[in-house]
């Protein structure tokens, strides 16, 4: 059974699913738009779950149309952290549940992580021999990997970290949208069993999934032709930009 929206709100409903086709074959850095929009349409962890089939959806559109250009050293080295951080946001959000508490209470905590991440990227912007080895080790890649699996698995908001992590390791604009694609296909598909078993995922709710399906399709395209057309250092900017706004919305700032 579908919800009881209003017009209005299957507007912004299909919106948002566009953002998600936008976010996925494009700029990361807006998915923040749906993740917002889903939030007020499904108050508390419901969104998490509801979104997370439509996720999925365009992660294969993404795959498919930038699966050539994806760099897999960096996906293999932040998927394990991911995983173990897609656990930890799991066990937040099944506490979370027993005691009543909304999942917007995270959001200070994870736009805070997202704030620190795009100043420093920022820094070494200006600064371009600063941290030069940083985001090529270990130990920059397991904690980013570590930090999206949390923030994906408890506010679908691990766009921005990961937008962040790709941009530190100097990626081609085609390469970023390829080895997020893949990334963000695997770490959702391994979200799915938690989703369900926090009762997030239901019969009536993929019902929903379904009909905003055409919604991200045409958003998959549309980010395709964005990244097309944008130069290298514009691309570079805007994630960075949206990673910012990403931040403050988070925080409750804006």
């Known amino acids: 059974m579908l919800p009881e ?13 566009v953002g998600i086709g936008v976010s996925k074959s494009g700029l990361p850095g807006i998915s923040l738009m749906h993740v917002v929009i889903f939030a007020q349409l499904f ?4 969104s ?3 979104v997370l089939p439509m996720l999925v959806c365009g992660d294969i559109g993404a795959v498919i149309l930038f699966r050539r250009d994806a760099r897999w050293p960096h996906v293999i080295r932040t998927l394990p952290p991911a995983v173990v951080g897609v656990a930890v946001g799991w066990a937040l959000m099944h506490w979370a549940q027993a005691h009543h508490i909304a999942g917007a209470r995270f959001n200070p905590f994870i736009g805070g992580i997202v704030l620190t991440l795009a100043l420093v990227q920022l820094w070494r912007n200006l600064r371009p021999n600063l941290f030069t080895h940083l985001p090529h080790s270990r130990a920059f890649a397991w904690a980013m990997g570590g930090i999206a699996g949390v923030t994906t698995m408890v506010a679908n908001a691990a766009g921005p970290v990961m937008g962040l992590y790709l941009l ?4 081609p604009k085609d390469a970023f949208v390829g080895t997020a694609a893949w990334f963000f296909l695997l770490i959702n598909l391994i979200k799915v069993p938690f989703s369900a078993q926090l009762g997030l995922i239901q019969g009536h709710t993929l019902l929903f999934n379904v009909v ?3 919604f991200i399709i045409c958003g998959l395209f549309l980010g395709k032709r964005v990244v097309a057309v944008l130069p290298q250092k514009s691309f570079d900017n805007l994630v960075l930009a949206f990673a910012a706004f990403a931040s403050a919305r988070l925080l ?3």
């Open 252 to 254: 409750g700032a804006i």
């Open 48 to 50: 998490t779950g509801i």
């Open 212 to 214: 905003l399906v055409p």
């Open 168 to 171: 530190a390791v100097s990626l």
């Open 5 to 17: 929206f209003s017009g209005f709100q299957w507007v912004l409903a299909s919106v948002a699913a």
């Open 43 to 46: 108050p508390g962890i419901a």
